[in-house]
């Protein structure tokens, strides 16, 4: 029988609902905890030994050594013929909001006006040139956590120099005014597979991570060709790609997801995603 590794950094929903996606499809699955992988070099074990594919589900934080070395992890067990889901590179991409932002551009998608930069002086310069109303995003993260909206110059001046003095990054997004909601749009193999419109009354962030509902929603034909260009330009298969609509009717891409889950819109679409992930990953089926 053939087997998949699911590696994160526990044994969640996701990873369960994967596990037993995998069995009703014939295949062992195993939930693997990034942070108990070795390596080793020549006659050394290859990393993810005795398993033909590994689907990425979470990336547990750590160090930055830590994290650079799973994700050599990733790059070697390709190389050594285990099929991983979302490539490494992909991987690499996504998990960094600016490099994502960089590879969007270039493919000519939309986005908020954004900046990046090390020192507080220059992001409080930045701050001015995108309007005096931007979210701070953490370079690394999701779901919400962490995304501060500041609109304010003396906070922004106190939250800048923190981030500063701390050795962060600021990377600051120019605020996009919406009408409350978003959209999520599930990409496999180059099809939007399910979509729903996350909405808040009571927050600007429409994350259902953070309280915000969801409900099914079918895409026009433009925002569905956004969303998988999108995932393409990140090199992408699987993907949540997140679009928001701006007061004058434009859509701007504001996130690609690397390891989208799929806990409230699998119900709502009626849709076993979990099975066509592992499907696409070992039949290679279109889905």
């Known amino acids: 029988m053939m087997s998949i590794a699911i590696l994160s950094g526990g044994v969640g929903w996701h990873v369960q609902d994967l596990i037993r996606a995998s069995a009703d499809l014939g295949y062992s699955a195993v939930a693997v905890d990034f942070r108990s992988v070795t390596a080793g070099v020549e006659a050394s074990p290859t990393p993810l030994a005795g398993f033909d594919a590994a689907i990425v589900r979470t990336m547990p934080a750590g160090s930055l050594e830590q994290v650079v070395f799973r994700m050599d992890v990733l790059h070697a067990a390709v190389a050594s013929g285990v099929k991983v889901l979302n490539p490494p590179q992909a991987v690499e991409t996504c998990v960094d909001k600016y490099l994502t932002n960089v590879r969007l551009a270039r493919a000519g998608l939309p986005t908020p006006p954004t900046h990046v930069s090390q020192r507080a002086d220059d992001a409080l310069a930045a701050f001015a040139q995108l309007g005096g109303d931007v979210v701070l995003?953490?370079?690394?993260?999701?779901?919400?956590?962490?995304?501060?909206?500041?609109?304010?110059?003396?906070?922004?001046?106190?939250?800048?120099?923190?981030?500063?003095?701390?050795?962060?990054?600021?990377?600051?997004?120019?605020?996009?005014?919406?009408?409350?909601?978003?959209?999520?749009?599930?990409?496999?193999?180059g099809r939007v597979i399910a979509a729903m419109r996350r909405t808040s009354q009571s927050d600007w962030r429409t994350n259902v991570a953070q309280g915000g509902t969801a409900e099914r929603v079918e895409l026009r034909n433009s925002e569905s060709a956004l969303a998988l260009r999108a995932a393409e330009a990140v090199g992408c298969p699987v993907a949540g790609v997140d679009l928001l609509p701006g007061q004058g009717g434009e859509m701007f891409v504001i996130e690609v997801n690397a390891v989208p889950g799929w806990r409230a819109i699998a119900p709502i679409s009626g849709i076993d995603i979990a099975a066509k992930i592992v499907r696409f990953l070992m039949e290679e089926e279109s889905v």
């Open 137 to 189: 995003k953490p370079l690394f993260g999701s779901e919400g956590r962490g995304m501060v909206r500041v609109t304010d110059p003396e906070t922004a001046w106190r939250t800048f120099h923190v981030l500063e003095r701390t050795g962060q990054v600021i990377y600051q997004q120019q605020f996009v005014r919406h009408p409350g909601w978003d959209l999520r749009a599930f990409v496999i193999a």
